[in-house]
């Protein structure tokens, strides 16, 4: 498996406070992983990073092979928490506005997941519920043919019925050459997708690897090491 993702000694301050310390970690392709841990963990900010919207304080980090830098955003495609579609615009206007954005949008798929979504493509996106948003923001991000794709807390928030659509969304449309990256603290709901898991706790790897080793090793779901690592966080 190729490596698209490559991070050895990150470190991030924001003034005094330490948001990323000493991370070190492959991302492989044909492989989705979860960012596990609480609010404040350091998740975002490594999103971010990789995603070229912040820079490290020190260590180093490359991106399908090159330093993060405009050459690099164009193949990592980010859904941050943050609401980015104007609310004046409709459903239509927001692939449009996607489409003109980003070379690799893939207007057929993106279509096709409206569809799937159940999206009305006339209605305003400030008449969409917060699970209709959710939806909207996750297929559009996924509709790029992106080598890199991160989804930062896809599922905070939602009612049963859009969890159910965008794990399922997931899932279909994961592409086998691309890595995806999901960060959360709800990891009952997206557990039985990840690959990989990465424990992240003040941000520093507290415990990393394959999904499946650990349930085993451990004979407990991931949600229950997620409980065990963070008891006392």
């Not at 991106?63 to 164009?74: D, I, L, Q, Y």
């Not at 909207?136 to 991000?141: D, E, G």
Request: glycine letters at 6%; a neutral charge; hydrophobic letters at 40%.
């Amino acid at each position: 498996m190729s490596i698209l993702i490559n991070c050895i000694n990150l470190n991030k301050k924001y003034m005094s406070k330490v948001a990323l310390e000493e991370f070190t970690l492959k991302f492989e392709a044909g492989k989705i992983y979860g960012i596990l841990g609480p609010n404040g963990s350091g998740k975002t900010t490594l999103m971010k990073i990789i995603a070229d919207l912040h820079k490290q304080s020190s260590g180093e980090i490359t991106v399908c092979g090159n330093k993060p830098s405009h050459e690099t955003r164009s193949k990592v495609a980010y859904m941050p928490t943050e609401n980015f579609i104007y609310g004046w615009m409709k459903v239509k206007d927001s692939i449009a506005f996607y489409k003109d954005m980003y070379a690799d949008f893939d207007m057929e798929k993106a279509l096709d997941l409206m569809n799937f979504m159940e999206l009305d493509l006339n209605q305003k996106v400030s008449s969409l519920s917060t699970g209709q948003r959710a939806r909207l923001k996750i297929s559009l991000t996924i509709s790029r043919r992106a080598e890199v794709v991160m989804l930062d807390e896809p599922l905070n928030g939602l009612d049963p019925i859009s969890r159910t659509k965008i794990k399922e969304c997931i899932i279909e449309q994961f592409d086998e050459n691309s890595v995806m990256i999901l960060s959360t603290h709800l990891v009952t709901e997206i557990e039985q997708i990840l690959d990989e898991v990465v424990f992240l706790g003040k941000g520093r790897i507290v415990l990393q690897g394959r999904a499946e080793d650990l349930r085993f090793e451990r004979g407990k779901s991931v949600e229950d090491i997620y409980r065990e690592v963070f008891a006392h966080a």
